[in-house]
C-alpha cells in the first residue's frame, strides 16, 4: 500500500484519548475536529517541567535515495513505546512547498507515520497561514509608511530587507517590484518573495517561548535603514501587537498521533538549509512536560539541523539532549560513494565503504558536542546482510552502535531493538552540550568554528559585501547573536554537486541576513535561495481527488 492507503487503514483513536494519554484532561485542549488539537501554552506552567529524556534524530548528507529521518522518528516514538516508555514525539509541520514539489509530505512513512496524514501534510491546523499573515502585514506597514506623509519614519526604500512570503514554491516572484501604479500604487522599490518556512516570523515562533516573548520578538525585527544611516526596527511602526494578534492561535503547539495511538505534538515548520530547521521550543517543553521520552528530529544531515538544533535552540531554551540518532542507509551511503542512483539496489560493499566516511563525519560532528550517539540503519529490501554489518563495524570503531530501523514496513515492532539501544546511550547521560562557539566570539570566528568542525572545511571565506555587513552589525550591537548557517543540504561543502566526505575546501560566504528578532545572524553560502522553484515534473501534477473528496497521489 501507498502511505496514503496505510494512513487511511488505520482509524484514529479520538484526540481526547491522545491527550488522556499524555495525562491532560481532554476539556484542557482545543479540539480541531476530532482528531488534531491545540494545547494552550497554559499547560506548560500547570506544573514544574519534569526531567524527560530529549533523543534527537537527524541524518546524513541527504540524497535522491531518501533516507528516513522523520519514519525513524515516528518509528522509535513507537518503538520506545512497545518497550514500555511513555514516549512522545515532537515534530515539525509540513510546508506545502515540498509537498506540491519534489520531497513530498513530513508525516513520516509506511507504518511510521503520524496522522491524520492529508491534514498534517495541507492545511492542518492553519498556522502558516497565520505565519504568512503576520509576515505579510509587517510588509505592508513597511511600504505604507514609506508612502506616509503623517508618519514617515524616513526609509530609505533601497535599504528594506523585509520580503514578503508564500507557502508554495514559485521562482517567478523571488524578485519583484513593488509601488507600480502611479501615486496610488505607493514608492517603487525593488524586493521579492520568500517561502514561508525560511520566513523570520516562522523562525521567531519557533524560538519564542510564551506571548510576550513572541511580541518582544517581533519588536526587535530588523527592516532597514532611514536616509540618515538608522537602523528601523519593527518596534518603531508599533506592528508587533497587531502581529501578535494574528498569531495567538499559532503560537499553541497541536496534539496528534502516530498509527500506533501514540502522542505526537507538531509546531512550526522552518527549513534547516535555511533557516533553524527544529520544531518549536514550546512543543518540546510541552513534549518533555507531559512525556518521560521525547523524540524530536531537525531537518537535513548533522551538519545543519543538528548543529543548529544544539548552538541555537538548545542555548536559548536550555535543552540536554540525551542522545542523538543519526539515520544512513545502504542506498545513500552508496550513492556518497559514487555509485549511480539507478544501481543502488545492486549489493556493492566497495561503492559503501567509500561512502561510508560521510556518516563517519557526521557522527564526529554529534560527538563534538559530548553526546552519546546511536546510528539507524533505515532498511531497505534489497540490502546485504554484509552491507549492515560493514556500517556496524565502521561505527563500532568509533564507538557507536549501529541498530537496523525497520518502522517503515514493521511500525514500532520493527523498531525495539533501536529503541533499547537508544535508552543504554540515554538513561545515563545527563549533561549539558558543549557549543561549537561562543557567543563572545566574532561573528567571523563562529563562522569559521562550525565550518570546521560541522563540515570539515579548512575555513571560510568572506565576500567584500559580507566583511562591510559584518562592520555594520558590530556597529548596531547586533555581533553577540549566534548563526544559522544557510548552506546546501547535499554537501558537507557549500557546493551542492560535492558528495561524500570531502576535505581541503573552504566556505565561501556571499552574504548576511539579520534575523535579530529570532535571534541569530544568517551567512548566506554558495548558491542558496529563500524561494525554491518546482522540479521540472512537479509532484501536484500527479495529485487527484475524487467526487467523495479521496486523495491520491499525496505522500
Not at 8 to 27: H, Q
Not at 382 to 390: F, I, K, V
Request: hydrophobic content about 40%.
Amino acid at each position: 500500500m501507498t502511505d496514503i492507503e496505510i494512513a487511511r487503514s488505520v482509524t484514529p483513536k479520538p484526540i481526547g484519548e491522545i491527550a488522556e494519554k499524555l495525562g491532560i484532561n481532554p476539556n484542557e485542549i482545543e479540539p480541531y475536529g476530532r482528531t488534531k488539537a491545540k494545547l494552550p501554552l497554559h499547560l506548560l506552567k500547570a506544573a514544574e517541567q519534569k526531567k524527560a529524556k530529549l533523543i534527537l534524530v537527524t541524518a546524513i548528507s541527504p540524497t535522491p535515495a531518501g533516507e528516513g529521518k522523520t519514519t525513524t522518528t515516528v518509528g522509535l516514538t513507537d518503538g520506545l513505546a512497545k518497550i514500555g516508555k511513555k514516549s512522545v514525539a515532537a515534530l515539525r509541520e509540513p510546508s506545502l512547498g515540498p509537498v506540491f514539489g519534489i520531497k513530498g509530505g513530513a508525516a513520516g512513512g509506511g507504518w511510521a507515520q503520524v496522522i491524520p496524514m492529508e491534514d498534517i501534510n495541507l492545511h492542518f491546523t492553519g498556522d502558516f497561514s497565520a505565519v504568512e499573515k503576520a509576515n505579510n502585514l509587517l510588509a505592508a506597514l513597511v511600504d505604507n509608511n514609506i508612502q506616509s506623509k503623517k508618519r514617515n519614519l524616513g526609509i530609505d526604500p533601497r535599504t528594506v530587507l523585509w520580503k514578503r512570503v508564500m507557502d508554495m514554491n514559485d521562482r517567478a516572484i523571488r524578485q519583484t517590484i513593488v509601488g507600480m501604479g502611479g501615486k496610488s500604487g505607493g514608492i517603487m522599490r525593488e524586493s521579492g518573495f520568500n517561502i514561508t518556512a525560511a520566513s523570520e516570523i516562522m523562525a521567531i515562533l519557533c524560538m519564542s517561548q510564551g506571548l510576550q516573548d513572541l511580541k518582544e520578538r517581533f519588536d526587535r525585527i530588523y527592516i532597514g535603514d532611514t536616509y540618515a544611516g538608522e537602523p528601523v526596527f519593527a518596534k518603531d511602526l508599533n506592528a508587533s501587537e497587531a502581529m501578535a494578534i494574528l498569531m495567538k492561535d499559532a503560537i499553541n503547539p497541536n496534539l496528534v498521533q502516530t498509527l500506533e495511538g501514540n502522542p505526537a505534538i507538531l509546531h512550526g515548520g522552518p527549513f534547516a538549509n535555511i533557516a533553524q530547521g527544529t520544531n518549536s521550543i514550546n512543543a518540546t517543553k510541552m513534549a518533555m512536560r507531559y512525556g518521560d521520552w521525547v523524540v524530536t528530529e531537525a531537518g537535513f544531515g548533522a551538519d545543519l539541523g543538528a548543529e543548529k538544533f544544539i548552538n541555537l535552540k538548545c542555548r536559548t531554551a536550555e535543552l540536554n539532549p540525551s542522545a542523538v540518532v543519526i539515520v544512513a542507509t545502504v542506498r545513500a551511503l552508496k550513492y556518497h560513494g559514487g555509485k549511480a542512483l539507478d544501481e543502488l539496489n545492486t549489493p556493492d560493499t566497495d561503492a559503501l565503504a567509500k561512502g561510508i566516511p560521510n556518516l563517519e563525519k557526521h557522527i564526529e560532528s554529534i560527538q563534538s558536542f559530548g553526546i552519546p550517539v546511536v546510528v539507524a540503519i533505515n532498511t531497505f529490501l534489497h540490502d546485504s546482510a554484509e552491507e549492515h554489518e560493514l556500517i556496524r563495524q565502521r561505527c563500532a570503531a568509533l564507538g557507536v552502535k549501529a541498530e537496523l530501523s525497520q518502522g517503515w514496513g514493521k511500525g514500532g515492532d520493527g523498531m525495539t531493538d533501536l529503541a533499547q539501544s537508544v535508552v543504554s546511550a540515554a538513561e545515563n547521560f545527563d549533561a549539558a552540550p558543549k557549543f561549537t562557539y561562543e557567543l563572545t566570539d566574532s561573528l567571523e570566528d563562529k563562522v569559521n568554528k562550525i565550518a570546521k568542525t560541522m563540515y570539515g572545511a579548512d575555513g571560510v571565506v568572506l565576500s567584500a559585501k559580507a566583511k562591510t555587513q559584518l562592520k555594520r552589525f558590530e556597529k548596531i550591537g547586533l555581533a553577540d547573536l549566534p548563526v544559522c548557517m544557510a548552506k546546501t543540504q547535499k554537501s558537507l561543502t557549500d557546493n551542492e554537486k560535492v558528495i561524500g566526505r570531502p576535505t581541503g575546501f573552504k566556505i565561501t560566504v556571499r552574504e548576511f541576513e539579520i534575523a535579530a528578532g529570532a535571534g541569530f545572524i544568517i551567512p548566506i553560502t554558495g548558491a542558496m535561495l529563500r524561494m525554491p522553484g518546482l522540479p521540472e515534473v512537479p509532484a501536484a501534477e500527479n495529485m487527484s481527488i475524487d467526487a467523495h473528496g479521496i486523495i491520491s497521489g499525496l505522500s
